[in-house]
């Protein structure tokens, strides 16, 4: 209906003013006359308020798909930013490990790896550059993480102790203005707002905390091809030597004929050898073998892509495969997690990064299951060898059937007197 806001859910300010242009044949639903007074003082009301809403939308920074609550004026300059992503997280499992780290998780009755899931989730909201303006609900965290509200609530205030987070703005229902500033911003009704957060590296933590390993960065597979390919066709394409005399061309170019006759890809063709190169060197097939017998006890560590994340990954960390295997890897790091209190997380995000990191806190330079399961082998075998030469060398010294009856006769030939001797 035109002028009133049935079948409009966004009427425009002055469309339910009382208004009528037409006539109305029925005197009682006849409007009284708006003066121009009230219409001016209507007309200024709404441009306030759309003011109102443009200012408190732009000095908020409102971003994404909900209306967060403004930040008080001065609350940021008392919050220190965040070094990065990767270093908070760090930051973050090294305080969980220490033992402040785990007296509070117990406290709180929560498992480390529910903490550092939850604190994920948190810096992936963040603002890259600050770790600020996380505005993400306890619902929505505890849906991405894979555990309850309870918990998130838990790991907020294990995160606030550890002073890596802080809640600028406590969530609570919008008023009246805030909401039409949350429609103006992203174009549907909302209600409430949660809590906004702002993830930190104070002072103490990024002097004490070392960074994590940064893996030096690798050619791509396109790098490497051009680079072949340009170490094979140098010779083709400019076969005259690096000191040109002065018959040589000047432009560095070769005759077509002179080239097509010296190619040594040419040239290797005529002597029956194949032109392919390789660009990578292939991984040894013991790393190889690990790698998937690491995923085969292990699924949740399945990476997204090639299995080559995780060879590269157990090669970095310096784990000997001739010596450890994949099932080996797979006891040990489930011999470190009971000896820590873990638990294994539900979801695994970065298998690859995920795996570095616990491999980067286990020894590898004790002995291996398997040795130790040979070593314990041998010894048993030794003991079984031992005893079975003692058994032979006491079956060696007993005396035979003959001589024991011989003995037997001999001992009761001794014993029996004789006639002569019994009494008359």
């Not at 560095?252 to 097509?260: C, D, N, R, S, V």
């Not at 298998?351 to 004790?366: E, G, K, N, Q, V």
């Not at 058994?391 to 006639?419: G, H, I, K, Y």
């Amino acid at each position: 209906m035109t002028g009133t806001s049935q079948g409009n859910a966004h009427p425009e300010p002055a469309s339910t003013l009382p208004h009528n242009n037409t006539p109305d044949r029925s005197p009682s639903t006849r409007h009284a006359p708006v003066s121009d007074t009230e219409w001016a003082h209507a007309v200024q009301q709404a441009t306030e308020n759309v003011a109102r809403i443009e200012t408190l939308n732009r000095t908020s920074n409102q971003r994404g798909n909900s209306w967060s609550l403004p930040i008080p004026d001065g609350t940021y300059s008392c919050t220190p930013t965040w070094t990065s992503r990767t270093h908070w997280q760090h930051q973050v499992r090294t305080l969980l490990n220490s033992p402040t780290g785990t007296k509070l998780c117990t406290t709180h009755t929560i498992t480390t790896e529910a903490v550092f899931a939850v604190a994920v989730i948190h810096a992936s909201h963040a603002e890259s550059a600050t770790g600020r303006s996380v505005t993400a609900s306890r619902e929505t965290i505890a849906h991405r993480a894979g555990v309850s509200t309870s918990t998130v609530k838990r790991a907020r205030r294990v995160l606030t102790a550890l002073r890596v987070a802080v809640e600028l703005v406590r969530g609570r229902y919008l008023s009246r203005m805030e909401a039409m500033a949350a429609e103006s911003h992203h174009g549907h009704r909302q209600f409430r707002a949660a809590s906004t957060w702002a993830l930190t590296t104070p002072r103490p933590i990024a002097t004490t905390v070392t960074p994590p390993f940064t893996k030096p960065r690798k050619p791509s597979r396109a790098t490497l091809r051009t680079n072949a390919y340009r170490s094979r066709t140098t010779t083709r394409n400019h076969p005259q030597s690096g000191t040109r005399d002065p018959l040589s061309p000047s432009g560095g170019f070769a005759l077509k004929a002179l080239a097509f006759k010296i190619s040594p890809t040419r040239t290797q063709a005529h002597a029956g050898k194949t032109t392919h190169q390789p660009t990578t060197t292939p991984r040894p097939i013991h790393l190889q073998r690990a790698a998937a017998e690491l995923l085969a006890h292990a699924p949740a560590l399945k990476p997204d892509g090639h299995i080559g994340k995780i060879c590269d990954t157990i090669q970095q960390t310096g784990i000997d495969t001739t010596r450890w295997t994949g099932r080996d890897i797979a006891r040990q790091l489930t011999t470190d997690t009971q000896q820590r209190g873990w638990t294994w997380p539900n979801h695994i995000p970065r298998p690859s990064a995920f795996l570095r990191w616990r491999l980067t806190h286990i020894d590898w330079a004790a002995p291996t299951p398997t040795e130790r399961n040979d070593e314990h082998n041998r010894t048993r075998r030794a003991d079984q060898l031992a005893r079975h030469a003692e058994v032979r060398a006491r079956d060696e010294r007993a005396a035979s059937e003959e001589t024991r009856t011989e003995a037997l006769r001999a001992f009761r030939s001794a014993s029996t007197p004789t006639a002569d001797l019994l009494p008359a």
